[in-house]
């Protein structure tokens, strides 16, 4: 079944770095566009970053433009989020998700894994 | 990056009919087809319910259905159930190629 898996979240101090990944399996990864998307505790949703299915363009929240790289690599099926100087207000829940249909990046995000939690905290 | 506005509330009986609106500006939800709306359960991972404005992907009941107008979507739920009962979110491409989501809104069944 189509199923995406986070992980690599964790506790990190402001102003370090981590790497969330998302294993994606059920379907051909290649030909959908992915997305990362938060919620902080207690929040609304917040669009993060997206990439096209081939990877060659990336778009990014104004919130974390500079700070954040979306990235895939689709002969190991995964989707990356590197985080780097990381801040209180980027706790959040992190959830990888998938366009709802082949080639397109329109945001229609139609399946979304379980979620990884970040905790950025001194 | 202005995040949409949505009711922070609805409400409504069993069987009753409620309509979400999402506002935004012409360089998100009034200039492009690209609206989502998406439910979230406490505790679970978001749903889209409706894609393009007004599309309902395969599987999602045919008691919802969205809208648009201006630069105003629209949820509408028919018939509610107790299960409607959740979080509400809509999403807009917006002019920036980025994508914004609403503030969300909690609908309670009565």
């Known amino acids: 079944q189509v199923q995406l898996v986070e992980s690599g979240g964790g506790a990190v101090q402001p102003g370090r770095s981590l790497r969330l990944s998302c294993a994606a399996s059920?379907?051909?990864?290649?030909?959908?566009?992915m997305h990362w998307v938060r919620q902080a505790p207690g929040k609304g949703l917040e669009w993060v970053a997206g990439?096209?299915?081939?990877?060659?363009?990336?778009h990014y929240a104004d919130s974390v433009r500079g700070r954040f790289t979306i990235s895939r690599d689709n002969s190991k099926n995964t989707l990356y989020l590197e985080m780097n100087t990381l801040r209180a207000e980027d706790t959040a829940v992190y959830y990888c998700?998938?366009?709802?249909?082949?080639?397109?990046?329109?945001?229609?995000?139609?399946?979304w894994g379980q979620g990884t939690t970040v905790t950025v905290s001194s | 990056q202005s995040a949409l506005t949505q009711p922070a509330s609805v409400s409504g009986s069993p069987g009753q009919s409620i309509t979400i609106s999402c506002t935004g500006t012409t360089s998100d939800v009034g200039g492009y087809k690209y609206v989502s709306w998406y439910q979230q359960h406490p505790g679970k991972a978001p749903k889209l319910m409706i894609y393009?404005?007004?599309n309902r992907p395969s599987g999602v009941s045919n008691r919802f259905s969205g809208s648009k107008s201006a630069n105003t979507a629209s949820l509408t739920i028919s018939g509610l159930q107790a299960e409607d009962e959740a979080d509400y979110y809509c999403s807009s491409y917006t002019s920036s190629t980025t994508w914004v989501f609403g503030g969300g809104t909690k609908l309670t069944v009565l």
């Open positions: 393009e404005v007004s």
């Open positions: 990439i096209w299915y081939d990877g060659r363009n990336t």
């Open positions: 059920g379907f051909t990864f290649s030909t959908y566009g």
């Open positions: 998700s998938r366009e709802d249909d082949v080639w397109v990046t329109a945001g229609n995000l139609g399946v």
